[in-house]
């Protein structure tokens, strides 16, 4: 009997986390189910709010060659932050006859007849919004922290005469670093990835100082 061959996609938003857990778990679902996994794509040091996203591209790839019928991701969280790209991915992935499956509901995007999963699409949409919210509440409470150790007058950021160095700064900012190559405004990477203005100038400073 023929296995449904499928990629596993795994999302961090640092590059001190690890993906092994992800990984793990959703090679056991595929063992389980009878999928065949062809592919394992890593996004590391990735923001879900960022719209400059190898790991989607490269799945996408694969879903369009005709290489795999499912993606498998850990939670929706995972695919983005951001509604429109969490809600653009899904759409490129049911044009193509992709179905998506998450393993914390256990839910696939596509029946399997081929049709859309209504369940899922509303699922998807609600989680996708959670998603969107907890970052928000997460930015909120940060500044709030900052605010209040402003008030306090305690000292912010790195120490006095410290500094990152330049590859350390590229490797920690690549989204930033991919998009100053292909030629975006800083603006607009800025508003891509979620970062501040000042931390796309400092990256692309960086790289000028490197080449």
């Known amino acids: 009997m023929k296995t449904i061959p499928v990629a596993i996609l795994v999302r961090v938003s ?38 400059v996203r190898p790991g989607l591209d490269r799945v996408l ?47 696939e995007t596509l029946l399997p007849n081929g049709r859309r999963n ?3 699409g509303i699922m998807f ?4 919004e959670m998603a969107r919210a907890e970052k928000e509440t997460l ?21 006095v005469g410290s500094s990152m160095d330049a590859k350390a700064l ?8 991919r998009a100053v190559r292909a030629g975006k405004s800083l603006r607009d990477i800025a508003a891509r990835t979620g970062k501040g203005l000042a931390t796309v100038k400092r990256v692309k400073a960086a790289m000028k100082a490197k080449s």
């Open 14 to 51: 640092t590059a001190k986390q690890e993906t092994d857990r992800q990984i793990s778990e959703l090679q056991q679902v595929a063992e389980a189910k009878g999928w065949t996994v062809i592919e394992t794509v890593k996004e590391h040091g990735v923001s879900g709010s960022s719209q």
């Open 61 to 107: 790839e694969l879903a369009e060659a005709g290489k795999i019928r499912k993606i498998l991701v850990h939670e929706v969280s995972r695919i983005a932050r951001r509604n429109s790209i969490a809600h653009t991915f899904l759409d490129q992935l049911e044009d193509l006859k992709v179905s998506l499956y998450w393993h914390a509901q256990g839910i």
């Open 118 to 120: 209504p369940g899922a």
């Open 125 to 128: 949409s609600l989680l996708a």
């Open 139 to 159: 930015v909120e409470r940060i500044n709030s922290g900052l605010a209040e150790a402003r008030r306090k007058g305690k000292t912010l950021g790195r120490p």
């Open 170 to 177: 590229i490797a920690k900012h690549d989204d930033i670093a």
